[in-house]
Structures are given as structure tokens and as C-alpha cells.
């Protein structure tokens, strides 16, 4: 089954210990995306990945980091995690920028 | 940046009448307009796009129209049903076509 995968699906953690959240594809789809949701805020792009070593901001990076050394996964890193980060994450994955991209289950994460 | 803006933000019709959503982005270079759905507690996922070299698309209840020369795109869905209850954001490439912008998002509520 064609699927984007994240984990894990929730995190309660507190200021500081850093923290990795997980996106995996098995659909061989070059870009890959990291979101935040926030009420009213909508979907904004943390980071992007055109291919494997190949990764950029997006519009809200800071305090966020990605690799991308396979082409299958796109792990979300949090060096010091701060309360601002509380947010719903979500992974997603496309053939391409401009083909539908597949979100992952999403990962909501609390920050105290 | 590039800059998507989505209205209304929440919108409630009755069962069966018409409901429009409307976008605009900033960059003429933009290229590919998706729309995405997102049921309450689930993943967003696409429901019909548009690419600029069209100025409509059609899929059974649900149409998306683009207007290059005014930068704004609209999805209308027909004859609503309560299963189309749920959060649409509209979407666009951003300038170097590898950054992705989501608008803020629109609730509608179906009414039976």
C-alpha cells in the first residue's frame, strides 16, 4: 500500500531535549515536505527536499533541522524544542513540486 | 515571499446550494493551483488541481477555475452534502517553483 508514514503520532516534551520525528515514503517520490498546522495559520512549509542531499527552507525553519541521505526518508530534528514549536506536523511526499503530494498521519507535539 | 490568500474563513450553506471558495497568490510565475480537504482529525488530501494552461477543471461536484491575469483561482462545489463538511486550503509553487504555499484555510459546514 502507497503510504507516507510518521512517528511518532504524539509527543509530550518539555524545553530542550532534543527530539526527532520520523517520515518515511514508498512511493519513490523525490520531494518531500515538512508542515506545521496552527489554528488560522493554515500549512506552513518548514522544510523541502528535491532529492536525496538536496534540502531548503521553507517558510518557517528556524529552530528545525532535516536530512535527507535515502530517498525514502525525511526525518524532522529538534534540537532544543521550545514551547512556540507546540504544533501538529506533517510529513508529505510527491512524484514532483507540481503533483498531488501524499500527507503523512501527522505528529502532534506538546512542548512545556 | 510568496503569499496565498484564502477567504472566507469559515463558510455555512444549506444542503444542496452552492458553496465558492476563493485564492490569491502573489507570483505570476506560479504554475500549479491544488486544492486540498481536510476531515476534522485526518490528514489533508487532494481533490482536484489545476495547472496554468487551463482555465477550468471539472470533476463530478466539484470545479476549480483560474484567472492568471487576476492571480485568483476558486473551487465550487455543487449540490453540497454534509460529507463536504470539512477544511479546504488552496495552494500554489512558490517563485524558484520548489517552495509550496498553502492559504489559511476555509471551514465549511454543511447544513442538512
Known amino acids: 500500500e502507497a503510504q507516507v508514514t510518521q512517528n511518532p503520532r504524539y509527543l509530550i516534551t518539555v524545553t530542550g531535549k532534543k527530539l526527532t520525528v520520523t517520515c518515511s515514503q514508498n512511493m519513490n517520490h523525490e520531494y518531500m515536505s515538512w508542515y506545521r498546522q496552527d489554528p488560522g495559520l493554515g500549512l506552513r512549509q518548514i522544510y523541502y527536499?528535491?532529492?536525496?542531499?538536496?534540502?531548503d527552507k521553507g517558510d518557517v525553519p528556524e529552530g528545525y533541522k532535516v536530512s535527507r541521505k535515502e530517498k525514502r526518508n525525511f526525518p524532522l530534528i529538534l534540537e532544543s524544542p521550545s514551547p512556540n514549536q507546540t504544533s501538529l506536523y506533517f510529513c508529505?511526499?510527491?512524484?514532483?513540486?507540481?503533483?498531488?503530494?501524499?500527507f503523512g498521519p501527522g505528529t502532534r507535539l506538546t512542548v512545556t | 515571499g510568496e503569499n496565498v490568500e484564502q477567504h472566507p474563513s469559515t463558510l455555512s450553506v444549506q444542503e444542496g446550494d452552492s458553496a465558492v471558495i476563493k485564492c490569491t497568490y502573489s507570483d505570476s510565475a506560479s504554475n500549479y493551483f491544488p486544492w486540498y480537504k481536510q476531515e476534522l482529525g485526518k490528514r489533508p488530501q487532494l481533490i482536484i488541481d489545476i495547472r496554468s494552461n487551463v482555465g477550468e477543471k471539472k470533476d463530478q461536484r466539484i470545479a476549480v477555475t483560474l484567472n492568471k491575469t487576476a492571480k485568483h483561482f476558486s473551487l465550487h462545489i455543487t449540490e453540497t452534502q454534509p460529507e463536504d463538511s470539512a477544511v479546504y486550503f488552496c495552494?500554489?509553487?512558490?517563485?524558484?517553483?520548489?517552495?509550496?504555499?498553502f492559504g489559511t484555510g476555509t471551514s465549511l459546514t454543511v447544513i442538512p
Open positions: 508529505a511526499s510527491s512524484y514532483s513540486i507540481s503533483y498531488e503530494q501524499y
Open positions: 495552494a500554489s509553487e512558490g517563485r524558484t517553483g520548489n517552495q509550496f504555499y
Open positions: 527536499s528535491m532529492n536525496v542531499e538536496v534540502t
